[in-house]
């Protein structure tokens, strides 16, 4: 065998199941499946097979062919979709490791030969990654958005006008000799501008993407002994907090995570907020405050039965809290003039009474928050990267108008183009040349 190793591994979960399915992706896939099934089944069909290596018949399978580059790696590939007992799969997958050239794949292989072959973009492949991770419906959009091509459409159009403005300034720079078009700076500037105002359109849009991907963040925040804890394994439904008469119990933030109207929420349980001379306690209430701070939502338990509490907490409230009196069932409510928090809620986390209004509050807060299209937006990366290119384009728009600096402008076009390929993973100077020699014919 010659070339890069053949890969193959186990594409459903670990454990037993009805079904097995084995990818293996590499020039020697098709030898492979001679070895195993004794024939070469049409491609894109799915075929019975008894499947035997050395001598010992492994399961009757399906086995399933697609050859390159027409197929997720862009490589020759094969299927086969076994019996999900240990045993099968164990057994083939020994099988597999002891033909030469052929070797386990390593996390993500698949998909990095896909992006190696062109199959598609760096977008792209995250949409796959993201769309695997999915676990609430406007997760699964998201992703599928990403996957589709969407972003990546997108800054694939943005590329192409970069490209174009500086394909002319550079003409203009290099081929000054030629019958050019006279101020080639202008309408490049002009670009920017526009091309400037869509990008941070889309930075502007409060992180909707990210959030969506990672989870609306919600922070539990209060004084000791106020039921934070007892409101956390409320929501959720199990004890992941322990819960406990004594002050001070919590001291480490404790995260879970639910699905609330479609959305991925992440919620954080801290360590009750008091003046403490433990420094465990300190370092844990400094950590409260800190997670409270970068929070989404922040919920503050008050004690119904401790209604002077309000007083050493009125100064946190803003309209990214939620005012939750916990122990109703002891005590009602406190009367406040206005909190200005987002709501005010009186809930038992003991008997469960204003659990559901207080689920409601909280997923209207993250459908006001996420709710729309699939955000372009959904990394940190993707974010960075935006980011640079419209601080480039900031540059070219404000360039001083001076005669001969176009190679300035230039420069700061080619920098917003790198950003803008950082996203996708492909960065193609050859472009560039393209367009020169298509629009102005230099050199006829």
């Not at 079904?19 to 992706?25: D, F, L, T, W």
């Not at 459409?153 to 006008?161: F, K, L, Q, S």
């Not at 009750?272 to 433990?278: A, H, K």
Request: charged fraction near 25%; include cysteine.
């Amino acid at each position: 065998m010659t070339g890069p190793d053949t890969i193959f591994a186990l594409s459903t979960p670990q454990g037993r199941g009805g079904i097995a399915v084995i990818r293996i992706s590499g020039h020697a896939a098709d030898t492979i499946i001679r070895t195993l099934a004794g024939r070469l089944p049409p491609p894109r069909r799915a075929s019975l097979a008894d499947l035997t290596f050395q001598g010992e018949y492994l399961d009757r399978a399906l086995v399933l062919r697609f050859p390159g580059p027409a197929s997720f790696t862009g490589e020759d590939m094969a299927e086969l979709h076994l019996h999900g007992g240990l045993a099968v799969i164990s057994g083939v997958l020994d099988a597999l490791a002891m033909i030469p050239g052929c070797r386990l794949a390593e996390p993500g292989e698949f998909s990095r030969r896909g992006f190696d072959q062109g199959r598609f973009d760096l977008v792209e492949a995250e949409g796959i990654g993201d769309l695997v991770n999915a676990e609430t419906a406007a997760q699964r959009r998201q992703a599928l958005a990403q996957m589709g091509g969407a972003f990546s459409a997108t800054v694939t159009g943005w590329a192409g006008r970069l490209k174009h403005a500086l394909a002319h300034l550079e003409a203009a720079i290099d081929f000054a000799d030629e019958d050019l078009p006279g101020d080639l700076a202008a309408p490049a500037i002009a670009d920017s501008i526009s091309l400037a105002e869509e990008i941070n359109h889309h930075l502007a849009d409060g992180r909707r993407g990210e959030i969506t991907r990672n989870g609306l963040s919600v922070a539990i925040i209060g004084p000791p002994n106020s039921g934070k804890s007892s409101l956390l394994n409320a929501l959720i439904r199990r004890d992941a907090a322990i819960v406990s008469a004594i002050a001070g119990t919590t001291r480490d933030i404790i995260e879970v995570h639910l699905d609330l109207g479609g959305f991925a929420v992440t919620l954080a349980d801290t360590a009750g907020l008091r003046t403490s001379d433990d420094p465990v306690e300190q370092e844990g209430i400094i950590r409260a405050r800190a997670r409270a701070d970068r929070a989404d939502l922040r919920l503050l338990v008050l004690d119904a039965t401790a209604p002077d509490d309000w007083d050493s907490f009125r100064d946190l409230v803003d309209e990214r809290m939620i005012l939750v009196w916990n122990k109703s069932d002891l005590a009602p409510m406190p009367g406040l003039d206005d909190t200005g928090a987002q709501a005010v809620l009186a809930i038992s986390a003991q008997t469960g009474a204003g659990l559901a209004a207080l689920e409601t509050a909280i997923t209207a807060a993250a459908t006001a928050r996420l709710s729309g299209p699939p955000a372009l937006v959904t990394r940190a990366r993707h974010r960075e990267a935006l980011t640079d290119c419209a601080q480039a384009l900031d540059r070219v728009c404000h360039a001083p108008q001076i005669e001969g600096r176009a190679d300035l402008i230039a420069e700061d076009l080619r920098l917003a183009l790198r950003a803008l390929g950082r996203i996708t993973g492909r960065v193609d100077v050859e472009d560039l040349l393209d367009v020169i020699f298509r629009d102005f014919c230099i050199g006829k």
